[in-house]
């Protein structure tokens, strides 16, 4: 094994209908964190899906012992699915994906490296493998989001991202949909941690269908402007305070159904810390 980091990793996977690549998502997660960390978990939150995903996830359980389902009983969205994961992750790491095995996680080594030094690391997709409106699109809201918002890096939504468990509270996103990535790298900002990014590989989609449509392009674009509004223009406080989260925390693990949980080598004890705010913006 080559380890990169003995901390342990968390990594969040959340699924909505995607029962014809879920089980692959799997399978490549626990083949990638076995060969570079000693303590891992994989998080898979179905987030009210209607085509067996949650089932397909349950077929493979016993292949893959690191592995725990939490289910939405209606379907939520995209950040909220990222919330429920990042709030039962119980390692010193937190990561998350997509279940569309459009990324390889074994980057998730590379962006590891860097969290001694930068408590936040996200990727960017050297090569991306979207078609080209998509790729475009892209552009022009990465553009958008680091003059309004100033979230600093190239590409906001890139789906491999890994936090240091300690700033997750103050990162933890309200947004509902694909607006938390955006979200989350603000508040990054706000706070001044430092952001490390590295480039990493992208892959055509392995089956199923996007949740990203053209419908989701005017809705991300009022979202993105009533935040820049509240809290660049009026300037109102984004950060949420550990009380909320705590508040959040209780709420939503009401509501979510764990299922087979293994117990890890050697568990954090569930918390809460109270974000840093003292370190310089990159």
């Known amino acids: 094994m080559d380890v990169v980091h003995r ?3 968390s990594l969040v996977i959340p699924a909505f209908n995607e029962a014809a690549v879920i089980s692959r998502a799997v399978a490549e997660a ?9 303590q891992f978990e994989i ?25 725990r389902l939490l289910q939405h009983e209606v379907n939520r969205g995209y950040g909220a699915a990222l919330r429920t994961g990042f709030e039962a992750a119980r390692f010193a790491l937190v990561a998350f994906t997509d279940a569309d095995c459009q990324f390889d996680l074994t980057d998730l080594a590379k962006l590891t490296r860097l969290a001694d030094e930068a408590p936040v690391v ?3 997709r050297a090569d991306r493998k979207d078609p080209w409106r998509r790729r475009f699109l892209s552009w022009g809201y990465n553009a958008m989001a680091r003059t309004l918002l100033g979230t600093r890096v190239r590409d906001v939504d890139c789906a491999l991202k890994v936090f240091r468990c300690e700033v997750i509270a103050g990162l933890m996103p309200e947004a509902c949909g694909f607006f938390v990535n955006t979200e989350m ?18 892959r055509p989609r392995a089956g199923g269908e996007s949740k990203v449509s053209l419908r989701e392009v ?12 509240r809290g660049v223009v009026r300037g109102s406080k984004l950060a949420v305070t550990p009380a909320v989260v705590q508040m959040r925390v209780a709420v939503l693990r009401e509501a979510v159904s764990p299922e087979h949980v293994p117990a890890p080598s050697t568990p954090l004890a569930p918390q809460v810390v109270p974000p840093a705010r ?5």
Do not use: N
Not at 30 to 38: D, G, Q, S
């Open 185 to 202: 790298m603000t508040r990054a900002r706000q706070l001044g941690l430092e952001v490390a990014e590295v480039p990493v590989t992208h």
């Open 218 to 229: 005017p809705r991300t674009a009022r979202t993105l402007f009533a935040f820049w509004w």
């Open 30 to 38: 626990e083949t990638a964190l076995a060969a570079h960390f000693e």
């Open 43 to 67: 998080l898979v939150v179905d987030d009210g899906s209607s085509d067996g995903t949650a089932a397909e996830v349950r077929r493979v359980l016993s292949c893959a012992p690191h592995t």
């Open 7 to 9: 901390a342990g990793l």
């Open 278 to 282: 003292h370190r310089a913006a990159a």
């Open 122 to 124: 996200v990727g960017y």
